[in-house]
């Protein structure tokens, strides 16, 4: 099958989907967007990031069928079967062990290995599914494909890492055919998509028809407002077209779900005399199901009004008259059934998220940079409340836009990334880089502790031989290039360690800070040359994963690795 076959996947915390694109049959189109939830009167681009295993742990439904099918269950049925959402916020802000588990609705716990796999088989089964029914007569296998998965991009490497592995256990790529799933960073991937938007593909204040510049030496910020994560990125456009990293990736996880947080935490407000926390535990189906249907009113900026489910209500009224439970609450009424909410209110449970990112916004713009622009996308960018206040904090600094339907810009980015990698020319560096060298021992500038003897010779051991220092610009397709020496005349193998650190300037592997995060040998079986014999090693950095090969020169023996960035437990 040809090489521009392109299934993207959008993992994300509350929302996922997939888009694709077959140019050698259809030509150079739009990427197709797989539509969602049509069996209960939808048409979404994403579906809910929701999973449902039996009681033995044996998968039964993603999206919104596991979601519906756990609704609908009665409270001990419920307690029985594993149901996971949001369970992408488990990979954030740790380095993480292949064995992490995670916490399922019912307080039970399974790795979270088995749970992404599982959510990511399912996805390319139904994308092959879909493929396959659109194109008759006939039927792909995921090897068809060169495969497209977006992480966040302040994610740590650990985490991206471990997607690739859960792709690699659902039968997206096989260790043979991992150069056919490419890592897309989530902001990059939008970025890439909105530059070829017309203005009338953004929403902007005021009616404007403002578009991306594509000129040379244009700067943004992309704000990919996500369910869990808000990740930020700054781009400059290229000569050519290409986008380079200005700034490495910052942000944090005051994404939408911080919203619905809110918005439970107030309903426990009102329900009080522990009404709220009963219902909780006896119907967690129908908090579920609140809260989805919270997820659609927080896209406007008005009051809005929820449907009070009748166990909740009946558990109330055996405390009290249910209006009674509005008397001591502001921002809330009590209307025939259902529940008003004022506009002030909403606007109180985006308070938290909406400072956070206009704090990480403040720090890039405090920054020597000349930003034209904010792109806002992810499905949180939704909401009008969000795009209303960045507009109000920063357009005086520059313009806000936002594409129609910014839920779609990641993954139809993915595609278009996909096939062009080189659309993201450089990246900084999150960490500075470094192998494990020896090197002639000069007393003047090593720690005694350090010396160690080889064929006769005082050597320093332990010392840090920097590959890339932390905020470089790296190429996506450079390969630095190193030329290592045997240290002992007669050795059959080099042994090559490779650390990372946040700091600068690292004189030894063994200084605090400074983390192992690969190791592998190369073969030298051809002891003749001696110490004078090359080991040539070539990193490549560029991409959004790390490989690094080692040849030794005179058997041509080679070894590599893509840096492991999990430990075991």
């Known amino acids: 099958m040809a090489e521009s076959f392109i299934i993207a996947i959008d993992f994300g915390t509350a929302y996922s989907g997939y888009a694709y694109n077959i140019t050698s049959i259809e030509g150079e189109i739009d990427p197709m967007l797989k539509k969602w939830g049509k069996e209960h009167g939808l048409e979404t681009p994403k579906t809910p990031t929701s999973i449902l295993f039996d009681e033995h742990g044996e998968f039964m439904k993603f999206g919104y069928e596991a979601k519906t099918a756990y609704i609908k269950m009665r409270g001990e049925d419920a307690k029985k079967h594993y149901f996971f959402e949001n369970f992408k916020m488990a990979l954030y802000d740790r380095k993480l062990v292949r064995d992490v588990t995670i916490k399922a609705a019912n307080g039970k716990e399974m790795t979270a290995l088995k749970v992404f796999t599982e959510a990511l088989r399912f ?8 493929i396959s029914s659109n194109v008759a007569g006939l039927q792909f296998l995921a090897s068809d494909f060169n495969w497209v998965l977006t992480v966040p991009a302040i994610w740590d490497p650990s985490a991206k890492q471990f997607m690739r592995e859960a792709a690699t256990e659902a039968g997206i790529v096989t260790e043979d055919t991992e150069e056919k799933l490419i890592i897309a960073l989530e902001p990059e991937a939008a970025s890439v998509w909105c530059k070829k938007l017309p203005s009338d593909g953004f929403i902007t204040p005021n009616h404007n028809r403002d578009s991306l510049d594509e000129s040379p030496g244009t700067q943004y910020i992309v704000v990919d407002c996500g369910g869990g994560t808000i990740d930020i990125t700054v781009h400059e456009v290229l000569e050519g077209g290409a986008l380079k990293e200005l700034h ?8 939408g779900q911080t919203v619905d947080k809110k918005f439970k935490e107030f309903l426990g407000e009102i329900f009080c005399d522990g009404v709220w926390d009963e219902y909780e ?6 908090v579920h199901k ?150 002639m021992f000069d007393q003047s500038k090593h720690k005694a502790e350090k010396k160690f003897l080889a064929d006769g010779r005082e050597m320093c051991g332990d010392v840090f031989m920097k590959l890339v220092s932390e905020g470089d610009d790296v190429s ?18 080099m042994s090559l360690t490779f650390f990372r650190t946040e700091r600068q300037n690292v004189k030894y592997v063994d200084e605090w800070g400074v983390e192992e995060v690969a190791s592998f040998e190369v073969d030298m079986p051809i002891v003749k040359g001696g110490r004078k014999r090359e080991v040539k090693l070539q990193i490549k950095f560029g991409s959004t994963e790390i490989t690094a090969t080692a040849t030794d020169m005179a058997s041509l023996s080679k070894g590599s690795v893509k840096i492991d960035f999990m430990t075991k437990s």
Not at 123 to 130: C, H, I
Not at 281 to 286: A, G, M, T
Not at 316 to 344: C, T
Request: proline share 2%.
């Open 476 to 493: 996506w397709d450079e390969i630095k290039e190193h030329t290592l020496y045997a240290v002992e005349a007669e050795q059959t193998a």
């Open 248 to 255: 490495k990736a910052s942000g944090n996880d005051l994404g």
């Open 123 to 130: 996805l390319k089964e139904d994308a092959l599914k879909t």
């Open 290 to 439: 609140m809260m989805y249907d919270f997820t659609r009113l927080k896209q406007v900026d008005e009051d809005v009004q929820i449907t009070c489910p009748y166990n909740l209500g009946k558990l109330a009224q055996k405390k009290k008259e249910i209006e009674d439970f509005f008397k001591s609450v502001e921002g809330a009424f009590w209307n025939e059934g259902s529940i008003r909410i004022s506009k002030e209110k909403m606007r109180f449970f985006f308070a938290e998220s909406l400072k956070g990112i206009t704090e990480s916004l403040n720090e890039i713009f405090k920054k020597d940079f000349r930003i034209e622009f904010i792109l806002l996308v992810g499905g949180y960018a939704g909401s009008q409340i969000l795009r209303q206040h960045i507009f109000d904090q920063f357009a005086d600094k520059c313009k806000v836009l936002c594409p129609f339907r910014a839920q779609e810009a990641i993954v139809k980015g993915a595609v278009q990334f996909g096939k062009n990698p080189e659309l993201v020319a450089s990246r900084k560096s999150a960490y500075t880089y470094g192998t494990e060298i020896a090197e």
């Open 281 to 286: 535990k006896n119907y967690p189906s129908e």
